[in-house]
Every structure is written in structure tokens, then in C-alpha cells.
């Protein structure tokens, strides 16, 4: 299993510019996660997903845009980047159940620098 | 903010030390969860514990949980290099999407 992937590594924008990131986990979870990461802030939820079809807003949804067309991928969406979306993002997915654990698998991380 | 905070933000100590972090948050919990993110990468769970419990073990790895004051506790002993990473407690408030709130994470840092 690879678990949680996400694709790009690393990407630098500019200002205005947009651009989808890829989450794609094999181990058939249900919920699926985007956090972002900032210096001293901790992670902080963005958007997720209960299932496929199905997104709801987190924390610090504006300026993003998410979908989840098939259960194994979470795509977020940045129409117009700004600098203040300069982050580390992360992916993480979730069982249904109980039984197979209440907690969260992380992807390794993308690097967004917006100029 | 259900944030709450956790503390130290940093911590120093020699191999084979104990090392301790704290977590506080402001309103009832379902459970709490910690998890270790090495520089660069991406968060690995640790240890979760729930509200009816008080204290758990994984390895070297102790979690203590006070209800009353809301707070928890995460022990690393016998520590060694490898444990240098941060260390992030998430709280779990129940419902169905199992969101989790992050705290500000504690820098460990262990010198060999």
C-alpha cells in the first residue's frame, strides 16, 4: 500500500495564478482531510469530505475549492492564488468505522509558495 | 477557539532522558490523539486516548489524561536522537466527521 499520496511535492505560483493539488489514498477510506500548515499556527482543517460526492467547509475554507469525484482521490483547488496561501498542505484520510480506528493517515505534504 | 494550547513550544534534552509535553483544551473531548511530525514530512499518529480513560502506554510512550483540568500529557522515556521531531496533540470533539483540532505542536529536540 502506498497509502497517502499527494502530488506536487513542491510548486511555486504567482499571484492570481491557479492550480489543483492531488490526494489519492489506496486503503479505501471514506473521510478524507485538507489541512494547511503555518509557522506556529499548527494545521488547520480546510475542507473535507464524509464520502465520495460529498465536501463541507473546515476552519479556513475561503479561497479554496475541493472535490472528490471518486472515493480514493481529494483534489483541492486554488482559482486565484494569493501569497497569504504560501503553506504546507496536507492530505490525511479516515476510516468509517470505528473498528478500523479513529485516526488520521497523512500524505507526506505539499510545498505551495505563491510570489 | 478550541484550540487550546500546548506546551513547551521547545524542548532540549540529552539522550536517555524523559521528555515530557503538555496539551490543554477548552471544552469536552471525545478523545485526544498525538502525533509526531519529522522535519519535512508529513504527521504519524501516535497514541490516542479517550475521554473515559486516564492513562495509556504504546512502548516508551505514556499519555495521561485529566478531564478536570483539561489536559493531557505526553511522556517520551528514555529518549533517544531519533525522537527529535514535533509533537502535535489533536482533539477529537465527536460527531460525525471526526474533525480534529491541532494544536501548535512542542519542538523536541534530542542531543546525542
Known amino acids: 500500500n502506498a497509502g497517502v499520496t499527494q502530488t506536487p511535492k513542491f510548486r511555486v505560483l504567482k499571484t492570481g495564478q491557479s492550480m489543483t493539488l492531488l490526494c489519492a489514498q489506496d486503503?479505501?477510506?471514506?473521510?478524507m482531510y485538507w489541512y494547511r500548515q503555518d509557522p506556529g499556527m499548527g494545521l488547520r482543517l480546510i475542507h473535507y469530505?464524509?464520502?465520495?460526492?460529498?465536501?463541507a467547509k473546515g476552519e479556513v475554507p475561503d479561497g479554496y475549492n475541493v472535490s472528490r469525484l471518486k472515493k480514493q482521490n481529494f483534489l483541492l483547488g486554488l482559482e486565484s492564488a494569493a501569497p497569504s496561501q504560501t503553506s504546507v498542505y496536507f492530505c490525511a484520510s479516515r476510516p468509517l468505522s470505528l473498528a478500523g480506528g479513529e485516526t488520521q493517515y497523512f500524505g507526506p505534504g505539499t510545498r505551495l509558495l505563491v510570489l | 477557539s478550541q484550540q487550546g494550547e500546548e506546551d513547551p513550544q521547545a524542548l532540549s534534552i540529552q539522550e536517555g532522558e524523559n521528555a515530557t509535553m503538555n496539551c490543554s483544551y477548552k471544552t469536552s473531548i471525545n478523545n485526544l490523539q498525538w502525533y509526531r511530525q519529522n522535519s519535512g514530512r508529513g504527521l504519524v499518529h501516535l497514541i490516542l486516548?479517550?475521554?473515559?480513560?486516564r492513562e495509556k502506554h504504546s512502548g516508551r510512550l505514556r499519555v495521561t489524561l485529566d478531564t478536570s483540568k483539561k489536559s493531557s500529557s505526553l511522556l517520551i522515556t528514555a529518549s533517544r536522537a531519533a525522537d527529535t521531531a514535533s509533537y502535535f496533540c489533536?482533539?477529537?470533539?465527536?460527531?460525525?466527521?471526526?474533525?480534529?483540532?491541532f494544536g501548535t505542536g512542542t519542538l523536541l529536540a534530542v542531543q546525542p
Open positions: 489533536a482533539k477529537n470533539y465527536g460527531g460525525a466527521t471526526n474533525k480534529l483540532i
Open positions: 486516548i479517550r475521554s473515559n480513560e
Open positions: 486503503m479505501n477510506h471514506e473521510y
Open positions: 469530505s464524509v464520502g465520495e460526492g460529498t465536501t
